[in-house]
T-cell receptor, first 115, second 113 residues
Framework: NAGVMQNPRHLVRRRGQEARLRCSPM?????VYWYRQLPEEGLKFMVY????????ESGMPKERFSAEFPKEGPSILRIQQVVRGDSAAYFC?????????????FGEGSRLTVL | KQEVTQIPAALSVPEGENLVLNCSFT??????LQWFRQDPGKGLTSLLL?????REQTSGRLNASLDKSSGRSTLYIAASQPGDSATYLC????????????FGSGTKLNVKP
């Protein structure tokens, strides 16, 4: 049973470009979370999605950031017009349908560097 | 809003020592608490999950306890090894906002050979 798969592992973008980060949850998991980790800081919640639905995006910056989890395919975190402050590790996690007691499983992360 | 604190921020011990990592949270209304390990440049590996109705969980040399009323959890590592060197994170899932897990900033552990 493959774990949570994220790609790319490393991404370099110039200011103003777009970054797309992909996440495939563990098999059987229908809940996906995106977290951001800034250097030397803890993980901060960004968004929680189920298939075709954004459930909670209260941690997402109001502009330039968007997320989706289509019926088919991976979840996508999209950052438009990146700035240097977007440089961080972006982690995706998934949990089983029993969301109240379900354990979180994380991917290896996507490390974005903005030049 | 739930706040999670981990003390100490860093810890260095000689190999073989038993050690305790602390996690405290401000709101005791939680569904569960999870301990993770993070190696440099890597993702988070789940170590132990404690449901709100449980007092402790054990896995190998690791034991995690939960005292919900006082807002505390401890991760006990027995007979530490250099391979245990990593950052240890705790996360809580609050009842009033169960979409989120709130993370502490972690304890960076270094076990010296």
């Amino acid at each position: 049973n493959a774990g949570v798969m994220q790609n790319p592992r490393h991404l370099v973008r110039r200011r103003g470009q777009e970054a797309r980060l992909r996440c495939s949850p563990m098999k059987g998991h229908s809940h996906v979370y995106w977290y951001r980790q800034l250097p030397e800081e803890g993980l901060k919640f960004m968004v929680y999605l189920q298939k075709e639905n954004i459930i909670d995006e209260s941690g997402m910056p109001k502009e330039r950031f968007s997320a989706e989890f289509p019926k088919e395919g991976p979840s996508i975190l999209r950052i438009q017009q990146v700035v240097r402050g977007d440089s961080a590790a972006y982690f995706c996690a998934s949990s089983p349908p029993d969301w109240r007691t379900g354990e979180l499983f994380f991917g290896e992360g996507s490390r974005l560097t903005v030049l | 809003k739930q706040e999670v604190t981990q003390i100490p921020a860093a810890l260095s011990v000689p190999e073989g020592e038993n050690l305790v990592l602390n996690c405290s949270f401000t709101d005791s209304a939680i569904y569960n608490l999870q301990w993770f390990r993070q190696d440099p440049g890597k993702g988070l590996t789940s170590l132990l999950l404690i449901q709100s109705s449980q007092r402790e969980q054990t896995s190998g040399r690791l034991n995690a306890s939960l005292d919900k009323s006082s807002g505390r959890s401890t991760l006990y590592i027995a007979a530490s090894q250099p391979g245990d060197s990593a950052t240890y994170l705790c996360a809580v899932r609050p009842r009033d906002n169960f979409n989120k897990f709130y993370f502490g900033s972690g304890t960076k552990l270094n076990v010296k050979p």
